[in-house]
């Protein structure tokens, strides 16, 4: 075997999973688009990569059903294969059925919305939401609502219990995305930092103008931060003496859902 052969077939592999982590990549983005999709043009912007590039990747996806074009608006969105693979799994996880009971007692003992975040890669994804019975609930995201980790409360305290460096490569390679949330990679940053600080993440002004939001992080028994729970109230609820009694609620439950994860 020749040289050249040899060396194309050791870079192979490597563009294999180049190509699945760009696939990938693409999906994320539109997932975050939900049902209405997201333009060519936005995808590009936010993944970093040529149009042409961005547009094959699409193709291929809407080939195998995974991707779908919207005739009216033109925009793209995830295709039907998807839900109809998730099936494989229907069962819940093993941090949803674990912070059940911790969900139930928080959204009983506080009264407003309770969100409880994942973390998938560099973007943050709501699994489970409780509404509480205060007349006044902040819906800011609904279950299955995927952001870019750092544009919410939840995203900063993942970040926030990320090592320092992990935080700042991810918070860099979402710096394109931030754009359509009207924040930036140094407003990020300086949340992360106070969000170590206190030991939770807080967005004094929510994804919804008048509100605010408090997150605490959840670790997985190897000290990966996995999740967050969420509150999220207009922000006339939290003043500064009930953000430290929600915030030691979240944390107590936080640690409650811990160590039911590693049990």
């Not at 074009?69 to 996880?93: D, F, I, K, M």
């Not at 407003?187 to 605490?216: D, F, P």
């Amino acid at each position: 075997m020749d040289k050249t052969r040899i060396a194309r077939n050791a870079t192979s592999p490597r563009q294999g999973a180049q190509a699945i982590r760009r696939a990938l990549a693409v999906l994320r983005i539109l997932a975050a688009g939900r049902e209405d999709g997201v333009p060519l043009a936005e995808v590009i912007r936010a993944i970093g990569l040529t149009r042409p590039t961005v547009h094959r990747i699409i193709h291929v996806l809407i080939e195998e059903g995974i991707v779908e074009r919207h005739e009216r608006t033109g925009r793209y969105a995830v295709g039907n294969q998807v839900p109809e693979l998730a099936l494989a799994r229907p069962r819940p996880s093993r941090l949803l059925i674990a912070a059940n009971p911790s969900l139930q007692r928080a959204s009983t003992e506080i009264g407003d919305t309770l969100f409880l975040t994942v973390r998938t890669g560099n973007d943050t994804l709501c699994v489970d939401r409780r509404i509480g019975i205060y007349p006044i609930q902040v819906l800011s995201i609904e279950i299955g609502a995927r952001r870019p980790l750092g544009v919410s409360s939840a995203g900063v305290a993942i970040l926030a219990a990320v090592p320092a460096q992990d935080a700042r490569k991810i918070v860099a390679a979402n710096e394109k995305r931030f754009e359509a949330y009207k924040t930036d990679v140094a407003t990020v940053l300086g949340e992360v930092t106070a969000a170590r600080r206190l030991g939770y993440g807080l967005r004094e002004i929510g994804l919804v103008q008048g509100t605010k939001s408090i997150s605490t992080w959840i670790k997985t028994p190897d000290g990966r931060p996995a999740a967050a729970i969420t509150v999220s109230a207009v922000r006339t609820r939290l003043g500064p003496r009930r953000e430290q009694e929600v915030a030691e609620i979240l944390l107590r439950e936080a640690r409650s859902i811990e160590q039911a994860i590693g049990g």
